[in-house]
Nanobody, 123 residues
């Protein structure tokens, strides 16, 4: 499956953005995760959602602020980001997994990655 993330941009602290991850194939076959990488830092897990959308998991740093959801009939997964902070600034990537351990957040379990979208939060 090929993935394409979009929706990034420049926003002030406290603002909101919604990222979209569109798939070329049938996205319902995959668990989908969002990851981010800030300059000079390693890529980190943000959130993930099961194939059906029944289960979601998020990093502690985004709990209560970010919500992951999916619309399988539209072949799209979303990341709604609210109460954004400057430390959320990063390139955000979506990725697909078929691994049963997908909820661990380990990026090695995700084998289809799309180009990222830049999110910049100004203070």
């Amino acid at each position: 499956v090929q993935l394409q993330a979009s929706g990034g941009g420049l926003v002030q602290a406290g603002g909101s953005l919604r990222l979209s991850c569109a798939a070329s194939g049938r996205i319902s076959n995959y668990h989908i995760g969002w990851f981010r990488q800030a300059p000079g830092k390693e890529r980190e897990f943000v959130a993930t959602i099961s194939r059906s959308g029944a289960s979601t998991y998020g990093a502690d740093s985004v709990k209560g602020r970010f919500t992951i959801s999916r619309h399988n009939s539209k072949n799209t997964v979303y990341l709604q980001m609210s109460s954004l902070k400057p430390e959320d600034t990063a390139v955000y990537y979506c990725a697909a997994s078929t691994n049963v351990q997908y909820s661990s957040g380990s990026d090695s379990l995700y084998n289809s990655w799309g180009p990222g979208t830049q999110v910049t939060v100004s203070s």
